[in-house]
């Protein structure tokens, strides 16, 4: 799966290895895509294309610490293109430019290339653009009420009839909204990725990183950026819909939205990046739908909360590898995780804690709080569908019951900051009551260790996150079993699965890479840091080409599968560098 990732935190793309833009949604990250090669099959449609005649060699790569990605074409000759694809962002007028457009620079290098300029736009979930209108410098794709305009200073007639031409000069394609540009293409385009190129490298310059593995977690942080839609704050799972966990399986979701579950490693890895003011608009979309809502909690939300979500299929797109269906909306957004309540509490807890936020949380906010601590006290030994969101059984799940538990031990946490001392004693006394029941009811002494649901055998890499969330002590028996009883038993070929029963699509055959990076930090946390430190490089090294992880890996073939790229994949390579890496100071003692 090696595809790049651009974007301006309003729309992102998707670039392969040939240069090829395959994935589009416009105007935003869950709309319909533009460009839907990615999902066609064997169709030959959805894409943006730069075809150079004679084709000999293609070199691809990001700049250095940008969301830009440079694609080198070389023909049999020795002629050479450069295509540059970016979206634009950068300060404009005292606030941020990110309008939904994206631009392809098309530079000769060498010799006198020949290339054609293929643009197939699709709408409607795979549907053929219906209607063209051709302008003196620009193409309108029209679909009913919806207009993408290509505005351009290449020849017009070459672009709409696919002919090929020999390039003389840089030439600009501008994929957005309907509107014309005010200046000259070519300066507007050369600005607009100089300005872009600055910014990303001031963002970049600011972040706090480990010593160890430092272009590993820029490249995780930024693209971790890509998936945060600025306007709400939100920060989406991944960037595509329907690429299967594993090949041939119907295991096929729709990534484009926001999981409250992620709240916690999202900005547990903000926080550890010093990207506060990233971190802070996420805290306030979280907790935007928590306060908001009074009967449970949808565990998933668009990037614009509330949004309808039904899910349904599409008859017009073939499938990733022609693995279909392909899906829009996610049934998840109906189902009961109570997870969700001590996901959203963990991660608002740091704005009680954070003295760096503009805002930070006060009386007010944590009363809207204890509203989801209620839920919690109350739901924590009630079935649910879990953090895997199993679609046709529930049960206590183990994690639920533990996510419960945090929601009330971090509202004890909180009210000691605030000094209240009575909802302190409150919820602290709910905490170790649930703790209690919870550990009594998951602890399988013949396997040695908490299982994945309250009186169930079987085993769920979830409960590594134990130690993390500060329910029992790295030191403790019982979470060293755990670990143990994973490792042997959950391990495929170094990779460790999320479970191994079948569930409601059969037995999983490819490993959730986030339980990987929890089993890493859970190794770390009880002494076996060589293991961990060795493990982490082996998952780094899975990483495709421009850097980015989707969301499952293959144990025996160490293909990427699932939805791309995986925010909570990411998230794990900055939380589980930043824990095994040497310190600065540490680092240049040694060297």
Request: with cysteine; net charge negative; glycine share 8%.
């Amino acid at each position: 799966m090696d595809l790049a990732l651009i974007g301006n935190c309003q729309t992102a793309a998707l670039v392969d290895r040939r240069g090829r833009i395959v994935w589009w949604c416009f105007p935003r990250f869950d709309s319909d895509p533009v460009f839907s090669r990615l999902l066609a099959g064997d169709e030959e449609k959805g894409f943006c294309e730069v075809a150079l005649a004679d084709l000999v060699e293609v070199k691809t790569q990001y700049l250095r610490n940008t969301a830009v990605v440079e694609t080198i074409l070389t023909d049999a000759r020795g002629g050479q293109v450069r295509v540059v694809d970016f979206a634009p962002r950068f300060d404009l007028y005292g606030r941020i430019y990110r309008a939904p457009q994206i631009v392809r620079r098309i530079e000769p290098v060498a010799g006198l290339p020949r290339i054609t300029i293929k643009v197939r736009p699709t709408c409607n979930y795979g549907e053929r653009v219906g209607e063209v209108s051709i302008g003196s410098h620009h193409i309108r794709y029209i679909s009913g009420g919806a207009v993408v305009r290509l505005t351009t200073d290449a020849p017009i007639s070459y672009i709409a009839a696919e002919t090929s031409f020999p390039l003389y000069r840089t030439i600009n394609l501008v994929f957005g909204q309907d509107e014309s540009l005010r200046d000259a293409i070519d300066d507007t385009c050369r600005e607009f990725l100089d300005r872009t190129c600055d910014h990303w490298r001031e963002w970049t310059r600011r972040l706090s990183v480990p010593f160890e593995w430092q272009s590993a977690v820029v490249r995780a942080a930024i693209t971790l950026r890509l998936c945060a839609y600025e306007d709400t704050g939100g920060i989406v799972a991944a960037h595509t819909t329907s690429i299967p966990e594993a090949p041939g399986t119907s295991r096929n979701w729709d990534y484009r939205y926001c999981w409250l579950r992620d709240a916690f490693f999202v900005v547990q890895a903000l926080n550890r990046l010093g990207a506060t003011q990233m971190m802070e608009s996420y805290i306030h979309y979280f907790t935007t739908i928590a306060t908001h809502e009074t009967g449970a909690l949808q565990p998933v939300h668009g990037v614009v909360p509330f949004t309808s979500l039904d899910e349904r299929t599409t008859p017009a797109l073939k499938g990733y590898l022609g693995y279909g269906p392909v899906r829009i909306g996610n049934q998840a957004a109906e189902q009961i995780q109570h997870d969700s309540y001590g996901s959203v509490v963990l991660g608002a807890a740091q704005m009680f804690v954070d003295e760096r936020l503009t805002h930070m949380g006060d009386n007010t906010l944590f009363a809207e709080l204890e509203t989801l601590g209620e839920k919690a006290w109350k739901v924590a030994f009630e079935p649910d569908a879990g953090i895997w969101e199993y679609r046709g059984s529930t049960r206590v799940h183990t994690y639920s019951a533990a996510l419960c538990w945090a929601a009330c031990d971090r509202l004890a946490r909180i009210a000691h900051v605030l000094d209240l001392a009575e909802r302190q004693r409150l919820w602290a006394s709910r905490a170790e009551v649930i703790r209690e029941r919870l550990l009594a009811g998951a602890w399988d002494e013949k396997r040695g260790a908490l299982t994945a649901a309250i009186g169930s055998p079987d085993l769920d890499a979830s409960v590594l996150l134990f130690a993390e969330l500060g329910l029992l002590a790295p030191e403790d028996p019982r979470f060293r079993g755990t670990c143990e009883t994973i490792g042997r038993e959950l391990m495929r070929n170094g990779r460790i699965m999320r479970y191994a029963v079948p569930d409601d699509f059969g037995a999983p055959e490819t490993a959730f890479l986030a339980c990987n990076f929890w089993y890493i930090d859970a190794l770390a946390q009880i002494g076996r840091r060589d293991e961990a430190r060795a493990m982490f490089e082996s998952v780094l090294a899975r990483r495709n080409h421009f850097g980015l992880l989707s969301e499952d890996i293959h144990p025996e073939t160490g293909e990427l599968w699932g939805n791309f790229p995986q925010a909570y994949s990411m998230a794990g390579i900055i939380n589980t560098a930043t824990r095994l890496s040497s310190s600065w100071e540490d680092a240049w003692l040694r060297a």
